[in-house]
T-cell receptor
Framework: DTEVTQTPKHLVMGMTNKKSLKCEQH?????MYWYKQKAKKPPELMFV???????INESVPSRFSPECPNSSLLNLHLHALQPEDSALYLC???????????????FGEGSRLTVL | SQQGEEDPQALSIQEGENATMNCSYK?????LQWYRQNSGRGLVHLIL?????REKHSGRLRVTLDTSKKSSSLLITASRAADTASYFC??????FGAGTTVTVRA
């Protein structure tokens, strides 16, 4: 199984809502990532988890809260988002520790978030 | 920023032609990777080239790396309509360049 599965595929939420994005992989990868991608822009790294511990937080606002319950799952909890947070949120995983020498990233298909 | 920067931003070619895109980066790297993204989809890894490699091939893809110039190129030979996508390079630290959008016309 070489898949990274993201749910939901689409999410519409109001600015006062609390929602979560989920990501799952069964490749035995120990590094998992969240990226945010706006239209016609490259993905921007948000968080990296290595061996279930948060290793990189790219100065992401606290209204985004990541969680790694186990080595196969990665969540992104959303609260009090702004319309400008509307984007495609991509999850990825890789072997290794997710540091500077990271090899191939395996991406999910993304969750398209719209904040009203 | 350590991220790669691609050029051109957009490329339109006829099916069967070759497509070449370039990536420049700012700092020392251990490896450089190329990814493809079809519209609104996830990224797919194409090829990884290590800093001690100068050229690498994978099917119709050819990647070169010039660490002295801090640049890499991706060549897609005999392009097909299915190659229509955005292509991103990624230097160390998981940062992606702005990308090149390739349109292959039938």
């Amino acid at each position: 199984d070489t898949e990274v599965t993201q749910t939901p595929k689409h999410l519409v939420m109001g600015m006062t809502n609390k929602k979560s994005l989920k990501c799952e992989q069964h490749m035995g990868h120990r590094a998992m990532y969240w990226y945010k991608q706006k239209a016609k822009k490259p993905p921007e790294l948000m968080f990296v988890y290595s061996y279930e511990k948060l290793s990189i937080n790219e100065s992401v606002p606290s209204r985004f809260s990541p969680e790694c319950p186990n080595s196969s799952l990665l969540n992104l909890h959303l609260h009090a988002l702004q319309p400008e947070d509307s984007a495609l949120y991509l999850c990825a995983s890789s072997q290794g520790r997710g540091g500077a020498n990271t090899g191939e990233l395996f991406f999910g298909e993304g969750s398209r978030l719209t904040v009203l | 920023s350590q991220q790669g920067e691609e050029d051109p931003q957009a490329l339109s070619i006829q099916e069967g032609e070759n497509a070449t895109m370039n990536c420049s980066y700012k700092t020392s790297i251990n490896n450089l990777q190329w990814y493809r993204q079809n519209s609104g989809r996830g990224l797919v890894h194409l090829i990884l080239i290590r800093s001690n490699e100068r050229e690498k091939h994978s099917g119709r893809l050819r990647v070169t790396l010039d660490t002295s110039k801090k640049s890499s190129s991706l060549l897609i030979t005999a392009s097909r309509a299915a190659d229509t996508a955005s292509y991103f390079c990624a230097a160390t630290r998981l940062s992606f360049g702005a990308g090149t959008t390739v349109t292959v016309r039938a």
